[in-house]
T-cell receptor, first 112, second 112 residues
Framework: GEKVEQHESTLSVREGDSAVINCTYTDTASSYFPWYKQEAGKSLHFVIDIRSNVDRKQSQRLIVLLDKKAKRFSLHITATQPEDSAIYFCAGRTGNTGKLIFGLGTTLQVQP | GGIITQTPKFLIGQEGQKLTLKCQQNFNHDTMYWYRQDSGKGLRLIYYSITENDLQKGDLSEGYDASREKKSSFSLTVTSAQKNEMAVFLC???????????FGSGTRLLVI
């Protein structure tokens, strides 16, 4: 079955810099890749997604890139702010069940 | 807007005890999921249900039962709690195979 690997377990950046989190997946049939944010002591909430029919999507300071050939996708957070500090999870979906396979999460720390 | 509610927020049980976690959503979503979150292990799927009375096993179903008697609710039972077990159980729902998840706030389990 699908496996999703999240490459950075922790990431520290200075406020205002960009942060990049990389994920890879194994199933070439995967077609949907969402990202979730988990702030300290809270549950996960959806931040952005990308589908396999495009290779780039942007929502304000968040950019997701998808490279289907390399089976890789990445989240770019530009002009980081302290409130971006959280754990970010990437996920992939394959088949028609709707279930997501999650990466292990990346703890992002934005230092003032 | 809708809401997904998990009860209880905290659950302390004894070794060998059967424990039940509940999840309710009013989005009218078809699909519901139970994930277990352990530190350093990301989210692992326990059970999911694509419609009322449907149950599908995830990767971590051993030691758990689930029940989806109504479209709006999905419960999870730990059949025999293991001592020193500590985890967060997250319920989520989605409207279909191409939709993101909405997560509940989680149930924190501690077994003594």
């Amino acid at each position: 079955g699908e496996k999703v690997e999240q490459h950075e377990s922790t990431l520290s950046v200075r406020e205002g810099d960009s942060a990049v989190i990389n994920c890879t997946y194994t199933d070439t049939a995967s077609s949907y890749f969402p990202w979730y944010k988990q702030e300290a002591g809270k549950s996960l909430h959806f931040v952005i997604d990308i589908r396999s029919n495009v290779d780039r999507k942007q929502s304000q300071r968040l950019i997701v890139l998808l490279d289907k050939k390399a089976k890789r996708f990445s989240l770019h957070i530009t002009a980081t702010q302290p409130e971006d500090s959280a754990i970010y999870f990437c996920a992939g979906r394959t088949g028609n069940t709707g279930k997501l396979i999650f990466g292990l999460g990346t703890t992002l720390q934005v230092q003032p | 807007g809708g809401i997904i509610t998990q009860t209880p927020k905290f659950l302390i049980g004894q070794e060998g005890q059967k424990l039940t976690l509940k999840c309710q959503q009013n989005f009218n979503h078809d699909t519901m999921y139970w994930y277990r979150q352990d530190s350093g292990k990301g989210l692992r799927l326990i059970y999911y249900s694509i419609t009322e009375n449907d149950l599908q096993k995830g990767d971590l179903s051993e030691g758990y039962d689930a029940s989806r008697e109504k479209k709006s609710s999905f419960s999870l039972t730990v059949t025999s709690a293991q001592k020193n077990e500590m985890a967060v159980f997250l319920c989520a729902s989605s409207s279909g195979q191409n939709s993101d998840y909405t997560f509940g706030s989680g149930t924190r389990l501690l077994v003594i």
